[in-house]
């Protein structure tokens, strides 16, 4: 997925106005930037973007945030954004290990993680999106009520998530290893990565997470 080297993306990350420079001056004040009080959902690693650049045409009363690590990638997403209207959709570079730096208690109404990187190696357990330690972070963020909502093909990430979850104390509202062919499907929007692994016959597996 990393594209490197992208000729000329770290520029036109610095000068887009979907892509908000510094974002930890606006800590507990996303409301603000928005300009009203809608609930704020944010993907953690959007990779191109089409799920939240989908989500956000579809729900104009949905504030949406797409964070994703590298710009190399994040411009596909800008692309898209380009090409739509709406208010309601920003793009953070940022790594999310440090997702408490720039989200307020309970500002967050909506978590989503889409085939996030597997991190095989045992010893690369906390950098796994689902860790009990990013369910930590999340914690602190997610509105009481708020939810993790997290897709898959890869089966072995999907134990550690489940087993993550329980680790961390919060509960299953949904899990499934075979979302398409699930009365769960209905509404889904299809990521990147869906897209292409559903495609090669890989089921889709699907929780979500609350406390
Ligand atoms: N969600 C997209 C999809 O389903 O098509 C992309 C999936 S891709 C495998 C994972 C993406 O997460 C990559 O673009 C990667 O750069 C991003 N990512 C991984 N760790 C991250 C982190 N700590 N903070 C922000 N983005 C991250």
């Known amino acids: 997925m990393r594209l490197r080297n992208v000729k000329g993306a770290r520029e036109a990350m ?3 106005s979907f892509v908000i420079q510094n974002p930890e001056q606006y800590k507990g004040k996303w409301k603000e930037v928005f300009q ?9 690693g959007m990779g191109k ?5 989908t ?3 579809q729900n104009p009363n949905v504030n949406y945030i797409g964070i994703e690590k590298y710009s190399s990638v994040l411009i596909r997403a800008l692309e898209k954004r ?8 920003y793009f953070l570079r940022f790594d999310a290990e440090n997702i408490t730096d720039i989200f307020g208690k309970e500002e967050v109404d909506r978590i989503y993680l889409n085939f996030s990187d597997p991190w095989p190696k045992d010893r690369h357990a906390k950098r796994r999106l689902t860790s009990k330690e990013y369910f930590a972070r999340y914690d602190q963020i997610l509105a009481k009520k708020g939810q993790v909502e997290f897709k898959t093909d890869n089966q072995e ?6 087993e993550s979850v329980k680790e961390a104390g919060w509960y299953l509202e949904m899990s499934t290893r075979d ?9 889904n929007v ?7 692994f559903s495609s090669i016959g890989n089921p889709i597996c699907k929780l979500i997470a609350k406390r």
């Not at 990430?157 to 489940?162: A, D, K, P, Y």
């Not at 299809?190 to 292409?196: N, S």
């Open 179 to 187: 979302y398409h062919n699930s009365p769960y499907i209905e509404g």
């Open 55 to 57: 989500l956000a045409q």
């Open 14 to 16: 610095a000068e887009s």
């Open 190 to 196: 299809m990521t990147e990565y869906e897209e292409k």
């Open 82 to 89: 380009e090409k739509i209207e709406g208010n309601n959709l």
């Open 49 to 53: 973007g089409k799920f939240i650049t």
């Open 157 to 162: 990430l999907f134990t550690f998530s489940l």
């Open 36 to 44: 009203n009080q809608n609930p704020i959902h944010i993907e953690v």
